[in-house]
């Protein structure tokens, strides 16, 4: 029965995913609020973004809801981004978990992004002066953490201000997962999808980040294998991704080879045909109740990366 309504549930966000290009395209750059579609936690950055099926960190909620359908402990944390020269000033995003009965969780986030000192231009390019630039968004989502089947929506609302214009969105997320034996999950998301206010700086109208990912993720128990005491397990990743503004889809692979939770370190690839391709790698500390992670992916084309860092704390 499980597997027969994961498949209604998948074959729509699948079949999505491969005709967007040619039904909801809205052109590359024809959506606002882009930062709700970048990383933020530093597992899915070194994965460059694979995973969804394999969300084992409640950090990665406000960009993959199915975080919550692999939380066991109440959790609450934050992660920073750390830009090159031609990024932004700062991120950061608070992001809470709390598990209620025997299989509902909740979860809380809150993230920030600001630019400052930006250089202001008129029509003919000459100089006006410095502005400043920020967005932000609040989300609350509620999720199934079922051993085999799990589920999760969200909703979000955004702000986003540039100078003295602005705009805001109300928006969703969704997903779903399918965990079968245990050494193979599938998952599919739906995320901000939803309404929002035509822009006062581009005077145009933009479309929500929308986007569809779908993957499947392999789990290799390399102890029992091998017939080791100790617990390495290795994660493969492979997913789909497509934005709203994007004519084809990202391909997201990563890999995360695990001791037990103490030592994660990771690695992924994603080929972009509407930027550059690009390779990343992170690794993760689990000491008792405190949870580090740590991210970074380049940007060859800038000759810098981004650092990605986070720090939870369990109880």
Sequence with gaps: ?????????????????????????????????????????PRSAALSGAGVADASRISEVTRNPLALTGLRESEFGL???????????????VYYGLPLFESLALSFGLEYLGYDDLEGRDEEGMLTGDYGAYAWALQAGAGNYGKAFGWSLSARFAYQAIDDESTLAILGDAGVVYRMLKYLSFGATITNFGYVTDSEYSGEHEAAPMALQAGVT???PVSSLLGLESLWEVHVSADAYRRADMDDPEWRFGMEVAYQEFLLLRAGYAARPHTED???AGLGFTFGRIVFDYGYSPRPALGDGNHYLGLGVRF
């Design 218 to 220: 392999g789990i290799v």
């Design 79 to 93: 992660n920073q981004i750390i830009f090159g020269d031609a990024g932004a000033d700062n991120f950061v995003s």
């Design 278 to 280: 690009g390779f990343s």
């Design 1 to 41: 029965m499980l597997k027969k309504l994961l498949i209604i549930l998948l074959l729509p966000c699948v079949a999505a995913l491969a005709a967007s290009g040619r039904y909801w395209n809205t052109g590359l750059g024809g959506v606002t609020m882009q930062f709700l579609s970048m990383q933020v936690s």
